[in-house]
T-cell receptor, first 113, second 115 residues
């Protein structure tokens, strides 16, 4: 049982480039989330999904898009990266009936130059 | 709206000393409260949570927290710090009955443990 995994672990982009971060979970969780973590600001919710084929905006969605084509995968896309998107990105998932407890992946450290 | 305030971005203790990390929240409805720990270069791991019932909650690694509604607090304690406790700790609140379990996190407290 791998839990929540994220790909890649590290990435450096130039301003204007695009990329996709992949999150996968093998716990059959319905709910999945993308957060960004910045120093002194805790974690902030970017987008979330309550099931396959559904997504919704969180607190800081601008500049990001997401897709949940398969229940186990949640993709976060940056269409045109900006230096303000330099951050550590965490994916999390939770059971529908126990959505109070979220399980986190190891994170992706993204630097935009 | 709900919010979380962690008092002190850095806390330093000696090995064997009491650990106290402070968390205050604001919520218009009964909250769910959480403490997560993040070790260097890792994701967040749940330490403990309060949903309903007993207000003193015990978690992993000897940590516990007490929900005090009158003080809107959920402070994290451990009687005797260990070097392995050095990490960043996040308090979070989730509003009971939310449709997707949205967590609002505090800013985090970095715990340093000295020999």
């Amino acid at each position: 049982n791998a839990g929540v995994t994220q790909t890649p672990k590290f990435r450096v982009l130039k301003t204007g480039q695009s990329m996709t971060l992949l999150c996968a979970q093998d716990m059959n969780h319905e709910y999945m989330y993308w957060y960004r973590q910045d120093p002194g600001m805790g974690l902030r919710l970017i987008h979330y999904s309550v099931g396959e084929g559904t997504t919704a905006k969180g607190e800081v969605p601008d500049g990001y898009n997401v897709s949940r084509l398969k229940k186990q995968n949640f993709l976060l896309g940056l269409e045109s990266a900006a230096p303000s998107q330099t951050s550590v990105y965490f994916c999390a998932s939770s059971y529908e009936r126990r959505r109070d407890t979220q399980y986190f992946g190891p994170g992706t450290r993204l630097t935009v130059l | 709206a709900q919010s979380v305030t962690q008092l002190g971005s850095h806390v330093s203790v000696s090995e064997g000393a009491l650990v106290l990390l402070r968390c205050n929240y604001s919520s218009s409805v009964p909250p769910y409260l959480f403490w997560y720990v993040q070790y260097p270069n890792q994701g967040l791991q749940l330490l403990l949570k309060y949903t309903t019932g007993a207000t003193l909650v015990k978690g992993i690694n000897g940590f516990e927290a007490e929900f005090k509604k009158s003080e809107t607090s959920f402070h994290l304690t451990k009687p005797s710090a260990h070097m392995s406790d050095a990490a960043e700790y996040f308090c979070a609140v989730s509003r009971y009955g939310t449709s997707y379990g949205k967590l609002t996190f505090g800013q985090g407290t970095i715990l340093t443990v000295h020999p």
